[in-house]
């Protein structure tokens, strides 16, 4: 089943992809910085780089399975609360997904904290 198959869906593909693209940019921005500074950052730059590596593949990831869930939803003739249960189950994995991205932004932070004297 080839999820894009016509204009509408493609364009919904391109408009959610754009929609993510703030945080693709400032992502891919960070894994240049940490890649750049890795001698400097020790043990922080390996928890920076999941964590900004996970919100690049949720970049991409998000978009893609909302349009190919959109369609099959489309095409599937489901009732309304299958469709927004669906949609609600992903919000909330999406969100799961973000929120451990952050955790490990956090932890790149404390790890890469030097004791004060």
Do not use: H
């Not at 910085?33 to 928890?47: D, F, H, P, Q, T």
């Amino acid at each position: 089943m080839n999820p894009i198959t016509d204009n509408a869906q493609l364009t919904v593909l391109l408009s959610l992809f754009v929609a993510q693209l703030p945080v693709l940019i400032v992502s891919v921005l960070g894994c240049v910085v940490i890649v750049a500074r890795k001698n400097e950052l020790a043990g922080a730059a390996s928890w920076a780089l999941m964590g900004f590596g996970l919100s690049i593949v949720l970049c991409i990831l998000i978009p893609a399975a909302q349009a190919i869930v959109q369609k099959w939803v489309m095409e599937g003739g489901s009732s309304v609360a299958q469709r927004a249960s669906l949609f609600a189950v992903l919000g909330v994995v999406w969100s799961i997904l973000r929120a451990i991205s952050y955790a490990l932004l956090l932890m790149a932070v404390l790890a890469g904290r030097r004791p004060t004297s």
